[in-house]
């Protein structure tokens, strides 16, 4: 089965909402109004973030989330997602304009298509149809999305969660529309994620005339070595849910400002993926310890974590059941993985069962973001299968 006309038009209305994070108000109103329709009870909540931007000292703005309840059961199976967007990169390098919903050869084009607007549109898409039929005593459908995945989000589903089960509210199981698959659509169920921890080095230094060296002292030297021994470090070897950790210099900062002028700061910044060997304060002292070590002075090291590794779901017969309900509609049985970025389902593991199941995550946050027609149905057909499954193996 496609999706429906009424559907394509929901896509098209939030597609064309410029809803760079943390910004989305307008897509989630249009959901909003969209599920009470079809007999959803909807909450808009705001919650209040200061200094988003944490370089400026007074912005104050509302970050908005959804959260839509059918049923009145105790079994609550709960979709969750983002509508904000990463932004667009040079908008002179797209097809199309990003914020315009282009359908060019049965191909969708936008930016958020499949991270994660698509998913969203074929969930509810998937779903109307068990509206009718379920036992609402039993059973309880919940959508939860927000408008802070993409930015710094902590006044998205991280407060969500809390805010929630205060109000009564029990998640019993949840699946995430994150772009998780890999080749085809539905060939991987993510059950977890690795860690991300960013390393910031700083390496201070005596800036000078290039034509004296012996006056002064090049902190570019020093960080290059740390750095050569950053990428060379052997982490671990991976295991059954983790492949090897990874690191990956992002930023690298040295400028005297001219060229006869030995510089005074250099700046480089790594993240690391990780495994369930290391937490990133264990990270932390590898790095201080053995990466910069003793010999190389004059360095400050600071690091952030946005989580460490984790495991969402177990793989037990349930799950194997919701993999072959993708098995029976896509013709390929999924993966069970933790590989790829983190995403919301990093706060809800701590509520209920997650698993991630969404659109190709080749083109998310690049340039010409685009998912094709085909993929877009059949994920919605994949999702079908999937509640189906979980409704009969979980209630
Ligand atoms: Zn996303």
């Known amino acids: ?46 919650f209040n973030d200061i200094n988003h931007n944490n370089n400026s000292s007074n912005t104050h703005t509302e ?42 050869k049965n191909i969708l084009y936008g930016r958020g298509i499949v991270d994660m607007k698509g998913a969203i549109v074929s969930y509810i898409s998937a779903i109307e149809e068990f509206l009718p039929v379920i036992d609402q005593q039993k059973m309880t459908f919940s959508i939860m999305l927000t408008t802070d995945e993409e930015g710094i989000a902590e006044n998205g589903i991280k407060k969500l969660l809390p805010y929630l089960k205060n109000q009564g509210e029990n998640l019993s199981f949840c699946l995430v529309g994150e772009p998780v698959s890999k080749n085809s659509v539905g060939d991987i169920i ?12 700083t390496v201070r230094g005596t800036q000078g005339h290039v034509a004296y060296h012996e006056y002064n002292d090049n902190p570019a030297k020093r960080i290059i070595r740390i750095l050569n021994r950053a990428v060379l470090y052997k982490f671990d070897n991976g295991d059954q849910y983790f492949s090897p950790s990874n690191l990956e210099i992002t930023t690298m900062k040295c400028d005297s400002g001219a060229e006869n002028i030995v510089p005074e700061v250099a700046f480089a910044q790594f993240n690391i993926r990780y495994g369930n060997k290391y937490t990133a304060e264990i990270l932390f002292s590898i790095i201080e310890k053995e990466i910069i070590g003793e010999d190389i002075k004059f360095t400050n090291l600071e690091y952030h974590s946005s989580g460490d590794s984790f495991i969402s779901t177990q793989i037990d017969d349930n799950l194997k059941s919701v993999a072959n309900a993708i098995f029976q509609v896509s013709n390929i049985f999924p993966e069970f993985s933790t590989y790829g970025g983190t995403s919301d389902a990093r706060f809800i593991k701590e509520y209920c069962p997650v698993i991630e199941i969404g659109l190709l995550g080749s083109t998310a946050h690049q340039i010409n973001e685009n998912c094709s027609i085909d993929d877009l149905n059949l994920l919605k057909n994949i999702y079908n299968n999937v509640i189906s499954t979980i409704i009969k193996k979980y209630l």
């Open 1 to 46: 089965m496609s999706i429906s006309l009424k559907y394509m038009s929901l896509l098209k209305d939030i597609m064309e909402d410029n809803s760079i994070t943390p910004n989305g108000k307008k897509s989630l109103y249009i959901i909003c109004s969209f599920l009470e329709k079809l007999g959803f009870i909807c909450q808009i909540i705001p």
């Open 190 to 201: 993510k059950i977890g994620s690795r860690g991300s921890a960013t390393f910031k080095i």
């Open 63 to 104: 970050v908005y989330n959804l959260y839509a309840k059918y049923g009145k059961g105790s079994f609550n199976l709960c979709f969750a997602g983002h509508v904000d967007v990463v932004p667009t990169g040079d908008i002179q390098k797209w097809k199309f304009n990003p914020f315009n919903f282009t359908i060019d």
